[in-house]
Each structure stands twice: as structure tokens, then as C-alpha cells.
Nanobody, 113 residues
Framework: QVQLVESGGGLVQAGESLRLSCAAS?????MAWYRQAPGKQRELVAH???????TYADSVKGRFTISRDNAKNTVYLQMTSLTPEDTAVYYC??????????WGQGTQVTVSS
């Protein structure tokens, strides 16, 4: 069993930046950030493999950067140029290479206009 602990959410104004962190209690293969806004489905924001290959949702390309520190089993999401449309609960996701999916408890990000 792997536990994920997220941190870094908060309230910011449009145009500002935030960095989210998610620490896993054990080694994982794939890590990602998802978000869910009120009344909407959970969506993938960014994904990173153990080798550092990344993918992003079109809505965040050029503004968000996902990275990871394998030695610390930690993934980060650097968010810049935030807009009110980025307001959501952000969830950390991790998966082991041969089975096992894990979710964090979620961290609220609120962007005011």
C-alpha cells in the first residue's frame, strides 16, 4: 500500500503561481496530477513517468510543469499564470509498474479574478 500526501494548495489571484507537492510513502512508477472542479468530471492535468516523460492537458500546456524527484518519491506541479478556470481540487495519482493505483486526499486550489 502506498500513501500519497499532497501539499501546496491555497488561494491566489489570477496571474499568480503555486507549486503543489505530493510525497509517496513508497516507490511508484507513474505519477500524475488530476483536478476536479465543482460540477465537472475529474480530468488529467499532467502525467510523468519514472523516466521523466511528461504529458499535459491542452488547457495547461505552457503554464504548468510537472516534475519528480525519484529519490524522494515526490512529484511536483508548478502552476503559473493561474486563471479562475484553474480553480479545482487537485489530486495526486500514482501507480506501480505491475499493479496498484493510489490517490491522494486532494488539495484545494482557488484562483480569484
Amino acid at each position: 500500500q502506498v500513501q500519497l500526501v499532497e501539499s501546496g494548495g491555497g488561494l491566489v489571484q489570477a496571474g499568480e503561481s503555486l507549486r503543489l507537492s505530493c510525497a509517496a510513502s513508497g516507490s511508484v512508477f507513474r505519477m500524475a496530477w488530476y483536478r476536479q472542479a465543482p460540477g465537472k468530471q475529474r480530468e488529467l492535468v499532467a502525467h510523468i513517468t519514472s523516466r521523466g516523460s511528461t504529458t499535459y492537458a491542452d488547457s495547461v500546456k505552457g503554464r504548468f510543469t510537472i516534475s519528480r524527484d525519484n529519490a524522494k518519491n515526490t512529484v511536483y506541479l508548478q502552476m503559473t499564470s493561474l486563471t479562475p478556470e484553474d480553480t479545482a481540487v487537485y489530486y495526486c495519482y500514482a501507480a506501480k509498474q505491475f499493479g496498484g493505483d493510489y490517490w491522494g486526499q486532494g488539495t484545494q486550489v482557488t484562483v480569484s479574478s
